[in-house]
C-alpha cells in the first residue's frame, strides 16, 4: 500500500512536470512558426481605438520562451492628438518585455522588466492651455481578467521635453535614466515604487543657459488615487545636494507637507546653475558654503516654513517664514555677519547684483531679521534689527 502511494505520487509530479514541459514547448514550437509582425497593424489599431492616437512600429518585432517570455521591438512611436502637429508624443529606440512563464500557466501575467531604450518624450500645452499628455480614451476597454504585476522598470538614454506655449516656458532633460521596481500589488490606482534611481542633465528656460546634472534616489514612492507619499528622498543639482520627503493630496483642495534641506560648499556654481551671474566681493571667499532646511505646510493658497534654518557662509540664521497669497512674512534671528567681506572691491569692473525689486513689491515681503552683531566699515554694530517693509 506505501509502496502504491508513493508511485501514484510519482505519477502525479511527473505527470504534472510533463505538463510543464508540454506548455513550455507549445510556446517553443508557437515563437519559431509565428512571425509576430503579422500583428503590427492588429496592435496599432487597437491603440488608436483606445486613445484616439497613431501608433507607428518602424522596428520588427521578436520574441523568445526561455527562461521567460521576451517581446523585443525596434524603434516605433506614438502620435499627438488633435491639435498638436510639432513631432510626435514619444519616439524610442527599442522596447523589451519579459514575461515569466511559470505565472501564466495559473492565469497570472508577471511582467519581469520593461525597458524602454532612447525615448524621446515631447510634453507639450498649446496657447488653449491643453496638454497632449490628457488622454482622452476611445472605445472602453474590457476589464483584463488576468492579474498584471510589473516587476521593474528601467529607461535608458531618455529625453523629455516640454514647451508651454503660453507662457514660453521649455525645458529640456538630457540622458535620463530611471530605474524603478514595482512590488506585487501595484494597480493604476495604487502604485508603489521601490528603490527609485534617475539621473539626467537638465535645461530650462528659467535657469538661462546653464546644463545641470541632477540625481534623485528613494526607497519608497507610494501613488493612491490622487495623493502622493515620499517618505524620504535625496539627491543633487549642479554642485548642490538636496534631500526631504513630502505627503501630498491633490484633490479639490491641494495641500501639501514635509521637509526640505540643501547643502553646497559652492553657493556661487549654484547661482550660476540657476541663470544668475554672482558678484564679485571684497572677499573672493565669500558665497561658498550655503545650507538651508525647513518643515513646509501647504494649504488653501497658504504655506508656512517652520523651523526655518539658514546658513550663508560663518553665518547662522533661525526662524520661520509664511506666504499668503502674495504677502510674505518672515521673522529671523542669527549670530553676526560681517558685511565688509560682501561688498564690491575697489576694482570692481563686473555689474553688481541686482535685486529682483519688482518681484519683491509685488510679493509684499514683511518681516524681521535680528542678528546679534554686525560690522561694517570697521564699526561694530550690536543686537542688529533689520525690518523688511515692501513699498
Known sequence: MVGLSRRLILWIGAGAVGFVLLAVAALAVAVLVIDPNRFKDRIAQAVQDQT??????????????FPWLVVNAGAGSLGNPAGFVQGEFVRWQGLRLGVKLLPLLHKQLVIDRVRVDGADLHLQRNAQGVANWSFASGKPANDMATPLQIDSLELRNG??????????????VTALDVAASLPAGSTTRDIRVEKLQLSAVLQASALGEASNPVTIAADEIVFAADALSVPKWQGSFGPAKVSGSITANFGEQPTARGTFELQTDALRELLRATGNTPPRTADPHTLGRFELATRFDYARDAASFDALRVRLDDTQLAGSASLIASRMVIDMQGDGIDLDRYLEPDDAQSKPLELPLAQLKALQVQGEIRLRQASVSGALLQGVRLKLVSQ
Not at 529625453?159 to 529640456?172: C, H, I, M, P
Request: charged share 20%.
Open 52 to 65: 484616439g492616437r497613431t501608433l507607428t512600429l518602424a522596428g520588427d518585432l521578436g520574441w523568445r520562451v
Open 159 to 172: 529625453t523629455l521635453r516640454y514647451a508651454d506655449a503660453g507662457s514660453g516656458t521649455t525645458l529640456r
